[in-house]
Nanobody, 123 residues
């Protein structure tokens, strides 16, 4: 399984970015996809997740109302639209695959991870 994130970059506070994660994964639509981030010196933290059929989504409180997760199962791709970005959103963002929709925020549920894409928000 290969996950390739893209779309990261440098943006000013208040700006937007759209991350993409392309998965080489058969039966993509049966898997939960999640986004996590890691800030230097801190533990990896949960951002958002979406169920295989797209019917359910979940967000960490600190991104709720600003970030939107979506997926295109025909393209084996999951997206993270990030609006109203803040300097504290600066991190490496990772996508990950989980076989079930059980406790989406738990990193232990995810079997495969991408290499990450850097997001930097300047003040």
């Amino acid at each position: 399984v290969q996950l390739v994130e893209s779309g990261g970059g440098l943006v000013q506070a208040g700006g937007s970015l759209r991350l993409s994660c392309a998965a080489s994964l058969s039966a993509f639509s049966t898997y939960t996809m999640g986004w996590f981030r890691q800030i230097p010196g801190r533990e990896r933290e949960y951002v958002s997740a979406i169920r295989g059929n797209g019917a359910s989504t979940d967000y960490a409180d600190y991104v709720k109302g600003r970030f939107t997760i979506s997926r295109d199962n025909a393209k084996n791709t999951v997206y993270l639209q990030m609006n109203s970005l803040k300097p504290e959103d600066t991190a490496v963002y990772y996508c990950a695959v989980a076989p079930y929709w059980d406790s989406p925020p738990s990193a232990n549920n995810y079997d495969y991870w991408g290499q990450g894409t850097q997001v930097t928000v300047s003040s």
